[in-house]
């Protein structure tokens, strides 16, 4: 099953009746998304329209898709700002309904998701992040490269997504201390080893970017038949495990950190339930 997301093109912040877009997706951002998922949908609509570096390339070479969402009737302030969540939410839902092959799943660029509230439900997540982890190149490498590269090592990239499916139905098989030595933790240290070795043969420049997962405890394939319960109680207070050497004055850590929280309703009975990821320039790392 291929690894898509319906991903934000830009990071939008509300205040009162107004709003403020803090930015657009960057160049290095955009190879994230290229490098790691098999296909992404970045919605636009008719209200605002926000452009990304290169995108006639993106789109003819098929890295990314850009539908329209078309609002009716007056609409200012805060009401422009939501509409770039409100774009996202409506595709995202069409296309978990009619294409239920495709994993899809809502991705957004930064800390904390944002969803209008007539798709927001309120449910039992895990929250798994990898810090300072995922190699990514320079925002000037060529687009061609980038797909070049993935297609050669497709082997690896498949394996990481697998391996973080497996660390988190792991923990919630065992909640307990012991998951640092366990063998799915284990495999998925190997898998972004391999994954940081092949990259740092490849590219002169790369950062290290935060990604984290919203799993599903309420629902969904894998946790029927578990104990997640169990799961929940235990990593409500965060679970931390040291997985590398400190670049750029951050640790390489795995966290689990269980939660009652906001979700992505259309998302309901996915494992899955959203993903975010950030970059933080000070970790470029120079051969």
């Known amino acids: 099953m291929k690894n898509s997301v319906i991903a934000a093109p830009a990071i939008i ?38 452009g990304l570096p290169e995108e006639e390339i993106l789109i003819q070479s098929g890295v990314i898709e850009r539908p329209r969402v078309g609002f009716q009737g007056s609409f200012g302030g805060a009401d422009i700002g939501n509409s770039f969540a409100v774009a996202q939410s409506a595709i995202a839902k069409k296309l978990m309904e009619e294409e239920k092959s495709t994993d899809w799943v809502l991705h957004q660029i930064g800390n904390k998701l944002s969803i209008p509230k007539e798709y927001i439900e309120q449910k039992n997540s895990l929250r798994f992040e990898l810090v300072n982890l995922l190699p990514v190149p320079d925002g000037a490498t ?29 923990a919630l098989k065992c909640p307990d201390p012991d998951l640092g030595v366990s063998r799915a933790i284990r495999e998925l240290k190997e898998s972004i080893e391999n994954l940081d070795a092949v990259s740092n043969e490849k590219w002169e420049r790369t950062s290290k970017f935060d990604f984290a997962t919203e799993f599903n405890l309420d629902g969904g394939k894998i946790v029927n038949g578990i104990a997640s319960g169990a799961a929940f109680d235990f990593f409500t207070n965060a679970f931390t495990l040291p997985v590398g050497s400190i670049i750029g004055g951050v640790a390489s850590i795995f966290k689990f950190k269980a939660g009652y929280s906001s979700s992505f309703k259309p998302a309901a009975n996915n494992s899955k339930l959203a993903f975010l990821s950030h970059a933080n320039n000070e970790r470029i790392i120079d051969k």
């Open 13 to 50: 912040s509300i205040h009162g009746n107004g709003f403020t877009m803090e930015r657009g997706l960057s160049p290095q951002e955009i190879r994230y998304y290229a490098l790691y998922w098999d296909k992404v949908v970045i919605p636009g609509s008719n209200l605002v329209y926000v």
């Open 142 to 170: 060529p687009i061609a490269d980038i797909l070049e590269f993935k297609e050669r090592r497709k082997t690896e990239f498949n394996a990481l997504h697998e391996c973080i499916e497996l660390a988190y139905i792991e």
